[in-house]
């Protein structure tokens, strides 16, 4: 096993919000194992801490959620992006790039002369 | 906004959990199925599979736990749990709550009626638009004594409205019974002149009809009548049609143009008005004297709504710059040249007045804060004993927070859970309380009002006296809760668990902090005893008091001769003839008729200049003066001491006489004769009237005061006595019960004429009115005391109680080893005792000090007055000893075997 980093807890909700916004509809076991694999397995999720920040985001309006079927004829909980969410994940993305890039400007190599 | 959502969604969540908790499990469930799955095909085995889902959730429990965090409002959830399980406790135990509660609501109760006298009468701003803007308007003498009136003359007024310039609407006002009845006894209506701008002025709108406006107050004007809404609901049945039918005052009638909207009840405090009148219309009443002309008839108010852009030292300082106009404008040309000038020096003054005018607000302010205090104390004493039945409990309860702590409560959490059971309690107690306090204040109420002065005020719930109920109960909840919350806790975990003691081993079985507050019960039940205890004895001095006349069965019968329009010059006939019909009436043993009776809270009284060496100065020279009829001191019982009585032969041509009494004759002759001496009065302007002689001296009798001594009194036949322009008072002893021959009396006085206005009273219960202030006291104090005694009582009992319990193994093993039950006795009453003599002790400290502040209050006693303090000490130590010595009994009495095997 590789040295799995700890989730920052706020930007769990902007990869939810992110994985929803590429996969579409899916349920909270998917996209905890999204999140997982698109980090290259270097985050560690606690799955569970994936349900309180789905409820979070459900109570803001950012994602709306129905029971629904799984591909095994499972039932479970399938959460989608409202029109809201898809705006505040432009938001975020946004002030993410603009983050990144400022420090990203401060921690360039020195230019050479 | 998105938060906003988020938190009414959160408080959403505490509702329907069951079927959220129920979602929430499927969908956990099918995400760890879901994951099972995806390991199988990975190749784990079906167990390595499961418990990888498992770990990799992070534990399901912990899971929901978040889950159900971010769903509802936790600390809102956990106060309901804690809310649940207190009550659930205080079911479990409905002897302790039932008591704990029926305490709390007796001095909840208590203390939430006296605040809402407090706020009815100090308080509690005018039911008008923005009272913050009224002000009242006074007047000062700048010499010597600083006292201030609110009273003005009709001129004074018409100056100031004139010249004020500072309020946007200006407005005078003042009191007037008028009788509804058209002669025989009198059915009365409280009424009130008020000047046109009144109603406008302070924004009261009309409920029908219309309203007084300043047309309807000029001079010569007819007259027109407002209702008030209470008055229109009582007395016409809330009918439209009164609205322009009449209405008669004093056998006059008006129209009535309109009622005042519901909730106001006129600007002064304590009382309500009926009905008013423009002042113009005084012209009717008053016939050949108007008051609106008269500068030294003294009967209105002055307020008014100040102007936005003035501040109150604004008004104060127009108020003064006008001041010198106004009285030298108005000054009576009747008084002394010496009294004149000081007219001219007077000033006015402003008062604040968005609370109403209240003339006796420095009275009851200081009354209030007194019962306030004494109120305050017997919670307090309650307090005590609920925190003392707490701590009793609590230690049975020691298991309990054993199991809790070890399970893993914060200590915070368990102190947090009893303060919430404690502030149930005193919830419930304050509730039972509230209802108390509404009767008890309409009891009161009744108690302060006399016969002729109803006393009225707005009780109705405002969110001043709520907030201080629910103040209190909060207090009082943290206050005795305390405590045993905080001792309760302190538990040993290893220890309770072993053992089966439910008794926490490690209390000394002294049970200290118990002892104390006991203690401190005690000391304040004294206080209060003995301030109970001297106003009983006040009032009981005051009761008592020789009159200098027989009370007993006399009727008092005051006839009104301007409603029946008798022309002056008949009056005295005309009473004449009543007193000889009166006297014929089976029943009536005698007949008089004075100007004054007695204790009726009116007086006459001039200066008198004696032709005596060394006259007495001129403030002692004044002199309490009547007029009666020669059968006057018969009718009373008073004995006449030397010379004669009134007689036939004095009548209105013959020399004037007078009777003096025993003070004014050792006054104003002292070791002389007074018999055959003569005096003059002083009346306008120190003109000497002409001479009187002296014809006879009588016993001192009571004039306008129970408390008064030693003042001087002259008597006149009525018909030589300065016209008074006022009825007649009938002065009736009959020889039995004077309600009896009520109607005859009425009949007789129809006989000689008709339209009469009388009124009714007896003259033991003028007397007694007198002493309302008095009387309220005492039994308010009393009711507090007995109250404080019964709970400091009780509060004993169960401490002794509980004390022995904690020691009942001592004492086995005491009584096994051969010890007497006397000497079990002694030893448990060495406690009671020692407990009582602290509380003694301290309680007649804090008496000692804080006592003084009654002196004024008392009559005939010293504040430290040792026979009461005795008394107190007394009851209270006897009473204290029996609530302790019970237990005590019942310790020396058990059966050691049952002792020993306690555990």
């Known amino acids: 096993m590789g040295d799995k980093a700890d989730v920052w807890q706020g930007t769990l909700a902007l990869m939810i919000l992110r994985t929803l916004d590429t996969l579409g509809p899916l349920h909270g076991y998917g996209i905890a194992r999204r999140i997982e694999q698109t980090s290259d397995n270097l985050l560690s999720v606690n799955y569970g801490t994936i349900y309180p920040a789905l409820l979070k985001l459900e109570q803001e309006g950012y994602v709306a959620s129905e029971w629904g079927h799984s591909d095994n004829n499972r039932k479970a909980k399938y959460y989608k992006l409202t029109r809201a969410g898809r705006k505040q994940l432009a938001k975020e993305m946004w002030e993410w790039g603009q983050a990144t890039a400022i420090v990203a400007r401060f921690l360039s190599p020195k230019e050479s002369v | ?903």
């Not at chain 2, 308080?123 to 609110?150: C, F, H, M, N, Y």
């Not at chain 2, 108020?319 to 040309?333: K, W």
């Open chain 2, 1 to 903: 906004m998105r938060k906003l959502r988020a938190w009414f969604l959160r408080l959403g969540g505490l509702f329907g959990k069951e079927r959220k908790e129920h979602e929430l499990a499927e969908e956990l469930e099918s995400h760890i199925q879901m994951h099972i799955e995806d390991n199988l095909r990975r190749g784990m085995t079906p167990l390595e599979a499961r418990r990888d889902a498992l770990i990799k959730l992070g534990g399901v429990d912990s899971t929901k736990e978040g889950y159900r965090d971010r769903r509802g409002v936790p600390w809102l959830e956990t106060l309901f749990q804690d809310v649940r399980y207190g009550l659930r406790m205080l079911r479990k135990n409905p002897g302790f709550t039932a008591v704990a509660v029926l305490t709390l609501a007796l001095g909840i109760g208590a203390n939430t009626a006296i605040f809402s006298l407090l706020d009815a009468v100090l308080l509690r701003l005018l039911p008008v638009e923005k009272p913050e803007q009224l002000a009242q308007v006074t007047r000062r003498s700048p010499r010597g004594d600083d006292s201030i009136s609110t009273i003005f003359t009709n001129p004074l007024w018409e100056q100031v409205r004139d010249q004020q310039q500072v309020f946007s609407g200006v407005f005078a006002f003042g009191d007037q019974r008028f009788d509804l009845a058209r002669g025989g006894e009198g059915h009365y209506a409280k009424g009130v002149w008020v000047s046109g701008d009144f109603f406008r002025t302070l924004g009261i709108r009309s409920a029908a009809g219309r309203l007084m406006t300043v047309s309807d107050d000029q001079r010569g004007c007819s007259g027109v009548a407002v209702l008030s809404y209470s008055f229109w609901q009582d007395h016409f049945g809330g009918a439209p049609s009164a609205v322009g039918s009449t209405i008669s005052l004093d056998n006059h009638t008006y129209p009535i143009i309109g009622v005042a909207a519901p909730g106001f009840y006129g600007v002064e405090v304590g009382t309500k008005f009926d009905v008013a009148l423009p002042i113009c219309a005084t012209a009717i009443f008053d016939g050949a004297r108007p008051r609106l002309d008269h500068r030294s008839w003294w009967w209105l108010n002055i307020a008014g709504r100040l102007k936005p852009d003035i501040s109150r030292a604004q008004l104060r300082a127009r108020l003064e710059l006008i001041s010198p106009r106004v009285f030298a404008a108005t000054v009576p040309p009747n008084w002394l040249i010496d009294d004149q000038k000081d007219y001219r020096n007077w000033s006015l003054g402003t008062a604040p007045a968005s609370t109403g005018i209240f003339g006796g607000r420095q009275q009851a302010e200081g009354l209030l804060r007194i019962l306030l205090a004494a109120v305050g104390m017997v919670l307090l004493i309650a307090c005590a004993n609920i925190a003392s039945l707490m701590l009793a409990r609590a230690a049975t309860r020691h298991r309990e927070m054993a199991v809790r702590r070890a399970v893993g409560a914060s200590r915070l959490r368990l102190i947090r859970q009893l303060l919430i059971e404690s502030v149930l309690l005193s919830t419930s107690g304050a509730l039972l309380g509230t209802l108390l306090a509404r009767w008890g204040t309409m009891l009161l109420l009744q108690l302060i009002s006399t016969a002729h002065e109803q006393l009225f005020l707005d009780l109705s719930l405002d969110w001043r006296i709520l907030g201080f109920t629910a103040a209190i109960a909060v207090i009082t909840g943290l206050l005795f809760g305390v405590l045993p919350a905080f001792r309760s806790t302190r538990v040993s975990l290893t220890d309770a668990m072993k053992g089966s003691l439910a008794v926490d081993p490690e209390r000394p079985a002294r049970f200290r902090p118990g002892r104390w507050i006991v203690a401190s019960q005690v000391a304040l039940s004294l206080v209060l005893l003995v301030g109970g205890g001297l106003f009983l004895r006040s009032f009981i001095k005051l009761a008592t008091l020789d009159l200098g006349f027989d009370r007993a069965n006399v009727l008092i019968m005051h006839g009104e001769p301007r409603t029946a329009s008798i022309q002056p010059d008949q009056w005295l006939a005309t009473w004449d003839e009543i007193e000889r019909r009166l006297g014929s009436v089976p029943g009536v043993l005698s007949v008089s008729h004075c100007v004054v009776t007695p204790l009726s809270g009116s007086q006459w009284d001039q200066p008198v200049h004696a032709d005596a060496p060394n006259p007495p100065a001129r403030m002692a020279a004044d002199v309490y003066l009547n007029g009666i009829t020669p059968r006057y001191f018969k009718t009373l019982g008073i004995t006449l001491l030397a010379g004669r009585g009134f007689s036939a032969q004095d009548t209105t041509t013959s020399p004037k006489v007078a009777i003096i009494n025993q003070t004014m004759a050792r006054k104003f002759y002292p070791h002389l004769n007074p018999l055959g001496r003569v005096f003059r009065l002083e009346g306008d302007q120190g003109k000497l009237g002409d001479p009187i002689q002296i014809v006879g001296i009588v016993r001192n009798s009571k004039y306008a005061s129970l408390r008064e001594e030693d003042y001087s009194c002259a008597y006149f036949p009525i018909c030589q006595a300065p016209g008074f322009g006022g009825g007649p008072n009938f002065l009736i002893r009959t020889s039995v019960r004077p309600s009896a021959v009520l109607s005859l009396i009425q009949s007789t006085v129809a006989g000689v004429n008709k339209s009469i206005s009388l009124q009714f009273d007896t003259l033991a219960r003028q007397v007694d009115d007198s002493l309302v202030q008095e009387r309220v006291l005492a039994t308010l104090s009393g009711f507090f005391a007995a109250l404080a005694l019964l709970l400091a009582m009780v509060g004993l009992y169960g401490a002794i109680s509980y004390m022995v319990t904690l020691r009942q193994t001592e004492l086995g093993v005491r009584m096994a080893l051969g010890a007497a039950p006397g000497s079990i006795l002694r030893l448990v009453l060495r406690d009671v005792v020692a407990i009582l003599v602290a509380g003694v002790v301290a309680g007649t400290g804090i008496a000692l000090l804080s006592v003084q502040l009654l002196q004024t209050m008392l009559f005939g006693l010293a504040a430290r007055d040792t026979l009461t303090m005795a008394l107190a000490i007394g009851v209270l130590s006897l009473v204290a000893f029996i609530a302790g010595y019970l237990p005590a009994r019942r310790a020396a009495k058990v059966d050691p075997m049952v002792a020993l095997r306690y555990e």
